[in-house]
């Protein structure tokens, strides 16, 4: 008789409904890939459940019962829509908190704590109006951290039955605001934690501290947290959770993330056709009007301009490069003082360097099939997935050795790593990257290399299962 795992996998953001990071790639992806899994001996009914933002695309919205969440004495409707995707039941929870922030993330901290307080605490009472009841609610970061946080709270209150938690921390340092009178408003209270004090309040630390399971989003990312460098004043406690903690790599979409078929390459090619993959390299300089040359080596660099990202060590490194030969790309927005370094870059070298300040995917498809090298020297990256797409098309990384990159990137197999968050490390880097590029023989097979890489969503589901089949045991 098959067992069956009821999951309520909760986020701020999914593919295709809304999406404005990675965090709308994991959640697009992921539970769509835990479902795959289902057999005769495991089913793994996986419901995602999203904010209905105002800027939501979704079709066939079916409109469920309105119910209320207490609130200052008094209540709140809570809307709620049903849909399907692929097979997959999607909710949308909807409301008067929501509908009063706009965007998914907002710059006042006051507004996304109402909104993401509201949805956490609504996702849980939608269970009890849709006549299915999760074993395992699977939070994102801590928007919807809460949701874990007030499962434990009910449970002491009402003695509701055990749901297991289970917290994927995507990015530490972003904790949430202090949440307390509101947690105070909708009758939750607040617990007698271990927490340091600062942190007793804020939606991640509590979800963490209540979960029965934190996931790192890559091994390495685990390992960091406990660390006091990357731990942002949490890495004694969660030394004390250590063994409630691992690292799951997320995954890419292997499907549309494919050079064999990908429609907004020049050319298709696969390993075995690496030789044809030179004339993207000729499109991308065309489109970028870089002097066409297939022997120069491309950098590419595809990134939010961030200083996390240390992309500020990159533009660093390419100044430092001025007796080399080399051409670049630069792709993406974000802080407005990295974007004019970018530009001042390309004026610096106005026969070199390119800088395209702005979101453009299929630009990004082509820089990453028509690139010889992307440098991603980010101070930390909890798993990064640039790095992936990257060796997935043949353009191979130089990263620094954080995170998910180093358990992505093997030096001198798939690419080339630097330890210390310095320019002149990354140009080392850099140097011995183009020493294996001046033998075409050498370069192919770390091409290939990285291109046999199993980075897809199936191999990350596998292990998340593994983690619920031993909560709910």
Excluded at 220 to 241: D, I, K
Excluded at 306 to 327: E, H, P
Excluded at 437 to 443: Q, T, V
Aim: glycine fraction near 8%; include cysteine; charged fraction near 20%.
């Amino acid at each position: 008789m098959s067992k069956t795992i009821n999951v309520l996998f909760l986020a701020a953001e999914a593919d295709p409904f809304i999406k404005v990071g990675g965090l709308g790639d994991v959640a697009g992806s992921l539970p769509h890939a835990l479902r795959a899994l289902s057999n005769d001996d495991i089913k793994l009914d996986v419901r995602l459940v999203l904010p209905y933002h105002p800027a939501v695309k979704a079709e066939n919205l079916r409109p469920l019962e309105l119910f209320t969440l207490p609130r200052s004495g008094s209540e709140v409707e809570v809307e709620a829509f049903e849909t399907t995707l692929n097979g997959m039941p999607v909710y949308f929870i909807g409301g008067e908190p929501i509908r009063a922030n706009g965007s998914v993330y907002s710059l006042d901290a006051k507004l996304d704590a109402e909104k993401y307080t509201f949805f956490s605490l609504a996702a849980l009472e939608l269970s009890n109006h849709i006549n299915w009841q999760p074993d395992v609610l699977h939070a994102n970061d801590w928007h919807t951290a809460l949701s874990i946080y007030g499962n434990l709270a009910k449970r002491w209150e009402a003695g509701a039955r055990h749901v297991a938690g289970v917290l994927t921390l995507h990015n530490l340092p972003f904790m949430g605001p202090d949440i307390s009178a509101l947690l105070e408003s909708y009758g939750i209270k607040l617990a007698q934690t271990d927490l340091p004090e600062w942190a007793r309040v804020m939606p991640m630390p509590l979800g963490l501290w209540a979960s029965d399971a934190i996931v790192a989003v890559s091994p390495g990312y685990a390992g960091e947290v406990l660390t006091p460098e990357y731990g942002c004043g949490l890495n004694e406690f969660l030394e004390l959770r250590k063994d409630t903690l691992s690292g799951v790599l997320n995954g890419i979409d292997t499907i549309s993330f494919d050079p064999a078929v990908d429609k907004a390459i020049g050319i298709n090619y696969t390993a075995d056709t690496l030789e044809k993959r030179i004339i993207n390299k000729g499109v991308l300089q065309e489109r970028l009007k870089l002097p066409h040359n297939p022997n120069v080596p491309l950098f590419s660099i595809i990134s939010r301009m961030d200083v996390q990202k240390g992309v500020d060590l990159a533009f660093t490194a390419l100044k430092n490069m001025k007796r080399i030969n080399f051409q670049a790309v630069i792709l993406g927005t974000g802080d407005p003082k990295l974007e004019e370094a970018a530009r001042n870059l390309e004026s610096l070298f106005p026969e070199n360097i390119k800088a395209v300040l702005r979101f453009d995917a299929n630009l990004a498809r082509l820089i990453y099939a028509g690139s010889d090298m992307i440098l991603m020297p980010s101070r930390y990256e909890p798993c990064g997935l640039a790095q992936m797409i990257a060796m997935r098309y043949g353009c191979v990384p130089v990263v620094r050795a954080v995170g998910g990159l180093k358990d992505t990137v093997k030096q001198g197999e798939t690419g080339f790593v630097f330890e210390k968050a310095h320019h002149m490390s990354l140009v080392s880097a850099i140097k011995t990257g183009l020493k294996v590029f001046a033998d075409r023989e050498k370069w192919r097979m770390i091409q290939r290399a990285g291109m046999a890489g199993d980075f897809s969503w199936e191999a990350s589901a596998r292990e998340y299962q593994k983690l619920y089949l031993s909560l709910i045991k």
